[in-house]
């Protein structure tokens, strides 16, 4: 077996950012060989990755890219168990790095995602290198690519533990308006609506909520067709509540996000339409 020397194992950690006993020990096993002692490093953080599979993720970070034209953006989220991990800052840049290889490549499946190449090196490579690093588990939950002809606006709330893409239908969108689809996306972080408009809630949805508020009616001793119009009033409730474009604006009571759509397309000089909208949360 080589000798092992400090100056090699101190080079080893901050190569890999890995502990100095592990760092010690994968030297051994590979002989001083430095590239080997790296690989072992990263099949450690892979196998203990399975060790860990049943805890819980609760904290992370999520990250987005978008072009600078508006048309191309990305959105990631990696979990982890601790606060302590989602604020390291090596932990933060792989996150990063997660958002702008869903954004150069597309992948469509997190296999995909890992294998893809950066820099000479598999994805994967530095997860496992993470993995490594940090002993709890780590998760790419979840990415999404989005194209459009339209606008894409993002926003990441403090902390980065809450971001959204919002797509609008116009391209023709300047610094004002671009300020506004970004208070809607904003709308998205604080309000967290279930739908964009009355037209995606599904008639199954409609018909449970219904029928809760008038058995909530009738067990407040309304008669059957009182307790029907009670139902229809507060099902128009439940649209304001849960429907992004007829929500109250968080920034002016007086207005609805469809009144910020409007003043949106008299800048555009054209219909401006919400598209989607993607909002991706730590923990919720």
């Known amino acids: ?148 002809s339209g606008y894409l606006v993002d926003y990441i709330h403090g902390g980065s533990k809450l971001g959204v893409i919002v797509e609008v239908s116009s391209s023709k969108i300047n610094e004002e308006s671009r300020a506004l689809v970004r208070d809607i996306a904003m709308q998205v972080a604080a309000m967290n609506p279930s739908f964009l408009d009355r037209s995606t809630v599904t008639q199954e949805i409609l018909d449970k909520e219904k029928e809760l508020y008038k058995q909530q009616a009738q067990e407040e001793g309304k008669p059957a067709d009182i307790a029907e119009r009670v139902a229809e009033g507060r099902i128009n409730k439940f649209f304001k509540e849960n429907c992004l474009v007829e929500q109250q604006y968080v920034k002016d009571g007086n207005m609805t996000i469809t009144d910020v759509l409007k003043q949106i397309s008299e800048k555009a000089g054209e219909d401006v339409k919400i598209n989607q909208f993607i909002r991706y949360s730590i923990g919720g």
């Open 1 to 148: 077996m080589a000798n092992i020397t400090a100056q090699q194992v101190k080079e080893l950690r901050d190569k890999t950012g890995a502990g100095m006993a592990d760092c010690k020990k994968a030297l051994e096993e590979a002989n001083g060989d430095m590239a080997a002692a790296v690989d072992e490093l990263r099949k450690r953080g892979a196998a203990s990755a399975e060790k860990r599979a049943d805890r819980d993720t609760n904290e992370g970070v999520v990250a987005t890219k978008v072009s600078e034209n508006g048309q191309k953006a990305s959105i990631a989220q990696v979990t982890c168990e601790t606060d302590f991990v989602a604020r390291n800052e090596e932990f933060v840049d792989f996150v990063g790095t997660i958002a702008s290889v869903v954004f150069d490549k597309s992948p469509s499946t997190k296999e995909e995602l890992l294998a893809t190449d950066i820099n000479g090196n598999k994805v994967e490579d530095r997860y496992n290198e993470i993995l490594a690093k940090f002993s709890e588990k780590i998760d790419v939950s979840k990415f999404e690519n989005l194209e459009t």
